[in-house]
């Protein structure tokens, strides 16, 4: 009989199985949803609503074949966060409603500060879900492009924009230390441009 | 010369299959890891649309799910091509979303259930007639809080 050649010990096969395996689970990342939130308004009526000028209000209109028009003007869907913008960053009020850290052209036939503008968005019933999508994709990045202006031309020490430091804030991994640090910087930017998107209800038939 | 034939003669030394429960174990927990449970089987179309300013959801406890778009293609015979609305496992009507929702918001935690939103998962082809039936719906039950799922994503893909 011929000698065995010794077999190949396999008793730290084992550990490298567990070493892969840790290594998986370190990385791996549950997909999670994301998404544009929103708040609806509450069902009660408003008895009295208030007075609201036209100059500070943005119309975005999308009808049923998809056609965005935007203060009455029709509009490429590339061109809408440039407007809204222009719009949210006018700052034509004097006095007391003077906007001292807009950059906007300060026209007096546009919105007075970002704390008065309200972006109007109304949609038709046969409006394509995914166009309206878009929309307000558009509109949120102009609030995001305005925000994160603000918050690097104040905090500049942060090295960072307003969306990464909102996603810092809301990430479970960030020390509380870090997140009462954030908290006040953030909520000031957001009183400086609130976000005011108000969906109207569409058009009955 | 007698030293070759002996290794001839020798047979292939049988590869050892001592690790191999390791490698399926290690397999088998990788998969329950990564694999994300679908609570509900979808009987709609569900193309999200995209958009890049996207924030990510609430922990899945606190998420109310509503899903709508064209019933699949299994379900056209039956159910027609229309726009329809899904909720848990089975297709609804507009005043359906209502009760649905206060349903739900019953089964959670007392302490979770004023810091509910509500996720609607649509399809990008909808009309949004639908989606405006469904926010109606959601103002009347007071659930205010909503997410639009998206994918991420440039809004060009979404023509």
Known sequence: MARKSPEVNAGSMADIAFLLLIFFLVTTTIETDSGINRKLPPMDEIIDPPVIKERNIFTVVVNKNNMILVEEKLMDLSDVRSSAVKFLDNGGGVGEEECTYCEGEKDRSSSDNPEKAIISLKNDRETDYKVYISVQNELVAAYNELRDREFTKKFPNDRMTFVEANKMYSDPRTSVKVKTSLKPKLDEIKKMFPQKLSEAEPNKK | ?159
């Open chain 2, 1 to 159: 010369m007698s030293k070759f034939k002996k290794k001839k003669g020798g047979e292939l030394p049988a590869i050892s299959t001592a690790s191999l429960p390791d490698i399926v174990f290690m397999l088998l927990f990788f998969f329950m890891v990564a694999t994300v449970m679908r609570d509900n089987t979808l009987m709609v179309e569900n193309k999200l649309p995209a958009a890049d300013q996207v924030q990510k959801l609430d922990k899945k406890d606190r998420v109310i799910y509503i899903y709508a778009g064209k019933p699949s293609s299994r379900y056209k015979t039956k159910y027609g091509n229309q726009a329809k609305i899904q909720l848990n496992d089975k297709f609804s009507v507009v005043s359906d979303v209502g009760a649905y929702v206060l349903a739900e918001r019953a089964t959670k935690r007392e302490e979770l259930q004023n810091v509910l939103t509500t996720a609607l998962k649509v399809d990008g082809e909808t009309n949004m007639g639908l989606i405006s039936d469904i926010k109606q719906e959601l103002r009347k039950v007071n659930a205010l809080k909503i997410n639009y799922t998206t994918r991420i994503g440039n809004y060009s893909q979404n023509y």
